[in-house]
């Protein structure tokens, strides 16, 4: 494995990146808010450029404002509750973290930031050969579940079938009780859609802060204990489980520097319409 550099990576203007740890490395959340909030600060004062801060975690369970109990850990796994939006969510080795820091006009469009730093993921998935997409009326990147054809349809009906059990539909189907067949991290095998990259953030005196978690290679069993970002009927993926083969930090973090630069730098920033 290539090693990552830890600090700041130079630019002559524009966008500043900062390493704050990997693998053995990695961060606690507590400290990592810490210094985003520091960075914020600094940001708002002008004191610094639009910073990104890039890292792993040490494995924890964060949610946001919109959690609700029925969403948290069955076994009182102890759970971090932040101030971003979106709702719980796990973060942990092999998972690439990034905090955007960057000042936006006002009034401030909180939707246009997230879909930057969509567009800047599904950038870096397509470029390892994974289609990632957006999924209406749900943030992150997605991959989404093979099409089933008629034929498939009409057999389901005969029987029980995975892709058509009605407790999916069910409005008080839990996944985190009906087995591991129905796990998050079972993904795929039901051809539902399957989230790679999750984004929930904040705006704070038109400054951003917390941002977005990419499955790089970590274990998503993890995410079985909860039910991740409050939705029941999907799954998350890996870029590594998606391509079948070992895929790492070390190998992602440049090129998902480059796009959030290419992206972040390149947008023209606009207040939202009023």
């Known amino acids: 494995m290539t090693a990552i550099s830890r600090g700041e990576t130079p630019a002559p203007e ?5 390493h704050l740890g990997f693998g053995a490395d990695a ?7 810490q210094e985003q909030r520091r960075v914020h600060a600094a940001r708002f004062a002008d004191e610094v450029p639009d910073t990104c801060l890039l890292l792993e975690h040490l494995p924890v369970y ?10 948290r850990p069955l076994d009182g796994t102890p759970v971090i509750d932040v ?3 979106g709702k719980i969510t796990w973060h942990g080795p092999g998972q690439l973290v990034g905090y955007p820091i960057q000042k936006l006009p006002r009034p401030v469009d909180v939707v246009a930031h997230v879909r930057r730093l969509e567009d800047a993921l599904i950038r870096v998935c397509a470029e390892f050969g994974v289609e990632g997409t957006r999924v209406e009326g749900r943030s992150g990147v997605w991959v989404l579940g093979d099409a089933v054809s008629a034929a498939e349809h009409r057999a389901a009906l005969g029987g029980l079938n995975l892709d058509f059990d009605p407790r ?4 008080l189907f839990d996944p985190r009780l ?32 917390h941002g977005f978690s990419l499955n790089v290679n970590p274990d998503n069993t993890s995410f079985d204990k909860i039910v991740p970002c409050g939705i029941r009927d999907a799954g998350v993926a890996s870029l590594a489980g998606e391509l079948g083969r070992e895929v790492t930090i070390a190998e992602v973090l440049p090129v998902v520097e480059r ?3 290419d992206v972040l730098e390149g947008a023209e920033l606009l207040p939202r319409a009023v």
């Open 83 to 85: 101030d971003r939006g």
């Open 259 to 261: 796009h959030l630069r």
């Open 62 to 71: 964060t949610a946001g404002r919109r959690t609700s109990d029925d969403e």
């Open 168 to 171: 999916v539909s069910d409005e």
């Open 27 to 33: 961060v606690e959340y507590e400290s990592a808010w």
């Open 14 to 18: 524009g966008l500043r990146f900062v």
């Open 178 to 209: 009906s087995g591991p067949e129905y796990a998050p991290s079972n993904a795929g095998q039901r051809r539902e859609d399957r989230k790679l990259a999750a984004i929930g953030i904040r705006v704070a005196k038109g400054v951003t802060m």
